[in-house]
């Protein structure tokens, strides 16, 4: 019959199969029919359809099958050597396979003897899948002919002949009729473009249609956006999680939306996604402005760490991330300080996912106060990744009793307001040895509405004027992580310059840092001139002149950049440059203590 032109006879090396044409010009077919095909041709003919000859054909995609027999990914994508004048097969509905009374499924193959083809009949077994992977078929009636070699590849059909599925294997049992075959949900897996091609209950064809056109466009454009942010923007914020391991492509993103996600809405936001961003419209006036901290551009990852109460090695570390003005908890997990910063190293790949598409990641570290000067911006991104977290994002810190006092949060709010106007703040010192008691620090921050101090020691060398700027409060605290090696204005030993704990005297690797455990006579001979925690001061003022405070955290990236690439990257004053930065309205649910660790 004249449906049947479609099946094809697929010949490489010593392999013979068949397949299915899917296009004009594409033919589906096992990837183990074309294993050996960068060394041998592989030659194609459709038995109904002989005066087309024997045509030339090259492998233009692969499912990643590793070459064993239960290896997965066992699908190659032909393309002919010129279109054909052949209608392409058609498909049936995913589940018309396993659907009560199970249909005959009949597939046409090329077992040795058999050149011109000859029919197997089976039926599903059911519709659970063996390992994620295949259906498993029975015989029809018990005899006839088996699924063997020269099956592989075959288009599993209903009786109308649409196709549900596509052979990849038999029992290698004597007198056992029994096969496998990958259903067109899984088929679509490896090869997303099959999804336009498979109706799919629920969805608009024409819909389907355009997304994987849409599809099409951005690869050929060399579009580039995140697969698993335009998941989680498709799916929204009640939809199914991000699947383990994300997505490595748009197609694949796109076909678990179609295939797995019940909401057929789903489809419609993940095109209406993908058409801005193939489809970008005109160009936006030049004059429109980037948002102001009042319509914060911002989406927040957020680290939270707190003592657990379990111990005083232990805490409770919290990673969520922020989207539509919501938390999407990310993963909580009680710690020893010591584990604290390989977990963070995952969990913040997998919030980053959960961001609006066209958001700006902000990193947050909310810290006990003790933990404030820890250097968490040079943490890895990752044990792949040797990029500094605070290279790869823009990243803040800012302290936990703060962030969760309604007092102190109203106050920095009112004071975010008088800022959305983008004009740059004036640097409030607080100076290296500074005698200023900080009752009169207090006044001069409040009656100068500061909204910006800088501090030139660490906060536990300043702890009584820290705690001033944090209570005031200014919404933004800059300071040097190492300030100045040793006490050289004149303060007792332990404070001013100096590190006040004595475990703060210790680098994050264990080293001694310098100054620490010797005579200040010793390191007071050693001290640079002028101090570095002046000269850390006028470098960030000048540094931050005109910036507004909504865009420190970009401007303070960009200063980390420019340090990590210096020749002498210990040697650049900003290399140690710690940025507590606060705008409630990014964090808008109101603050609460972890709950109880779970992963």
Request: proline share 10%.
């Amino acid at each position: 019959m004249n449906s049947a032109a479609w099946h094809a006879r697929i010949h490489c090396g010593h392999e013979v199969g068949a397949g299915f044409l899917v296009t004009p010009r594409r033919v589906l077919t096992c990837a183990h029919v074309v294993r050996w095909s960068e060394q041998d041709p592989v030659t194609v003919v459709f038995p109904h359809a002989r005066e087309l000859g024997e045509l030339s054909a090259s492998v233009v995609a692969h499912g990643g099958w590793a070459g064993g027999p239960t290896d997965p990914g066992d699908l190659a994508v032909l393309e002919l050597e010129r279109d054909v004048p052949l209608v392409p097969a058609r498909f049936a509905p995913p589940d018309s396979a396993y659907t009560e009374p199970y249909p005959k499924l009949v597939a046409y193959g090329f077992p040795a003897g058999y050149d011109e083809g000859t029919l197997a009949e089976y039926r599903a077994v059911s519709g659970q899948l063996i390992a994620g992977e295949w259906l498993e078929l029975v015989s029809w009636q018990g005899h006839g002919q088996p699924i063997e070699a020269g099956f592989s590849g075959a288009a599993a059909t209903l009786p109308n002949g649409r196709v549900v599925g596509m052979i990849t294997a038999a029992s290698d049992a004597p007198n056992v009729l029994k096969g496998r075959m990958l259903p067109l949900d899984v088929l679509a897996r490896y090869w997303p473009e099959l999804g336009s091609l498979v109706p799919t209950p629920g969805h608009d064809t024409d819909v389907l249609r355009e997304l994987y056109a849409l599809l099409r466009r951005a690869a050929g454009a060399g579009r580039e956006c995140d697969p698993n942010r335009m998941y989680v923007d498709a799916v929204g914020a009640f939809g199914p999680p991000l699947p383990e391991g994300g997505f490595h492509t748009l197609g694949a993103a796109a076909a678990y939306v179609q295939w797995e996600v019940p909401d057929p809405a789903a489809v419609d936001r993940f095109a209406g996604r993908l058409r801005e961003l193939v489809d970008p419209g005109p160009q936006a006036p030049p004059a429109a402005p980037r948002a102001t901290a009042a319509d914060p551009a911002w989406a927040p990852v957020v680290v939270e760490i707190d003592h657990s109460g379990a111990g005083p090695d232990q805490v409770t570390v919290e990673v969520s991330a922020y989207r539509d003005g919501q938390r999407r908890p990310v993963g909580t997990r009680r710690l020893p300080r010591t584990g604290v910063r390989a977990y963070v190293q995952r969990r913040i790949d997998e919030a980053v996912a959960q961001l609006d598409p066209d958001a700006e990641e902000l990193v947050t570290f909310v810290l006990p106060r003790e933990w404030l000067n820890e250097a968490v911006a040079h943490w890895e991104c990752g044990a792949d990744d040797s990029t500094p977290l605070g290279c790869a994002y823009p990243l803040v810190v800012t302290d936990r009793a703060r962030h969760r006092s309604g007092r102190l949060r109203r106050r920095l709010h009112q004071k975010w307001q008088k800022l959305d106007a983008g004009l740059p703040v004036e640097v409030h010192r607080v100076e290296c040895g500074s005698q200023e008691r900080p009752p009169s620090l207090r006044k001069r921050l409040w009656d100068g509405d500061a909204h910006l101090a800088g501090f030139a020691v660490p906060p536990a060398a300043a702890r009584e004027h820290f705690e001033v700027g944090l209570n005031v409060p200014v919404p933004v605290l800059v300071w040097s992580r190492t300030g100045c090696p040793a006490a050289v204005h004149g303060e007792q030993p332990g404070a001013g310059c100096g590190h006040e704990d004595p475990r703060l005297a210790w680098s994050e690797h264990g080293q001694q840092r310098a100054g620490s455990g010797r005579p200040h006579a010793a390191v007071l001979a050693e001290a640079p001139s002028p101090c570095p925690g002046t000269v850390f001061l006028d470098q960030l003022t000048a540094a931050v002149a005109g910036v507004p405070p909504a865009e420190l955290p970009r401007h303070i990236l960009s200063l980390r950049m420019t340090a990590d690439a210096a020749d002498d990257p210990d040697g650049h004053w900003a290399r140690d440059l710690q940025l507590l930065w606060d705008d409630p309205r990014c964090f808008p649910e109101p603050a609460a203590s972890l709950h109880s660790p779970v992963d």
